[in-house]
């Protein structure tokens, strides 16, 4: 299947500052990239979705001004979390899809604030 | 509303056979995913059914039943590292994917 790397694979921030989570196709072109979230033992939460060029869609409930998602290219998508907090804590998976079925996911990024 | 149901948690021995059923109401739909996704890491594509039926890959075997809004995911020859959450998702009209929460399957000796 076609790859998608994401980094960091985790990351410890202190409490106020912002952290940038990288996603890129390796070998396709991600039309649109789904960002979402996942507390322990929870299912996968989409937090937004983004198409090339366009502005990034976002679930009810996601701040659009906290998480910023910046999709310039077909191969490269990123998610920053701003002022991030403790309770921004979370496990961080994108997913990038070329044609309208199967998703490929990145590696996911932990992210821990302290 | 939109929604997957799927039993949170399962437990098999080694050697058996498991079915792990998921059942979905969706606006529309555009076919069922199956992934599997051990603790700590990204979930990882196993299936995709669209058509009524069993398709089998290995070990192995995913079933629709579109009128019923039903699909399994059958496992044989359980080994140890089958022990993972195994994750239904139905894609609905807008090609959006609507996700379960998760089945925990435990594979005992």
């Known amino acids: 299947g076609a790859v998608v790397s994401q980094h960091p694979s985790w990351v410890i921030c202190k409490s106020g500052t912002s952290v940038k989570i990288e996603c890129r196709s390796l070998?396709?072109?991600?039309?649109?990239m789904f960002w979402y979230r996942q507390f322990p033992k929870q299912s996968l939460m989409l937090m937004a979705t983004?198409?090339?060029?366009?502005?990034?869609?976002?679930e009810q409930g996601v701040e659009k001004d906290k998480f910023l998602i910046n999709h310039a290219s077909l191969t490269l998508s990123t998610l920053t979390v701003t002022s991030a907090h403790p309770e921004d804590s979370s496990f961080y998976i994108c997913?990038?899809?070329?044609?309208?079925?199967?998703?490929?996911f990145g590696q996911g990024t932990r992210l821990t604030v302290v | 509303g939109q929604n997957i149901d799927q039993p949170t948690e399962m437990t098999a021995t080694e050697g058996a056979i498991v079915q792990i059923n998921c059942t979905y109401q969706?606006?529309?739909?555009?076919?069922l995913f199956w992934y599997q996704q051990h603790a700590g890491e990204a979930p990882t594509f196993l299936s995709y059914?669209?058509l009524d039926g069993l398709e089998e890959k290995g070990r192995f075997s995913s079933f629709l039943s579109r009128s019923k809004g039903y699909s399994y995911l059958l496992l044989k020859e359980l080994q140890m590292k089958d022990s993972a959450s195994y994750l239904c998702?139905?894609?609905?009209?807008?090609?959006?994917?609507?996700w379960g929460a998760g089945t925990k399957l435990i594979i005992k000796p």
């Open positions: 997913s990038g899809r070329q044609g309208e079925t199967e998703a490929f």
């Open positions: 070998d396709f072109q991600a039309t649109t």
């Open positions: 059914n669209v």
């Open positions: 969706t606006s529309g739909f555009n076919g």
């Open positions: 998702a139905a894609l609905d009209s807008n090609y959006q994917l609507i």
């Open positions: 983004s198409n090339e060029g366009s502005k990034a869609t976002y």
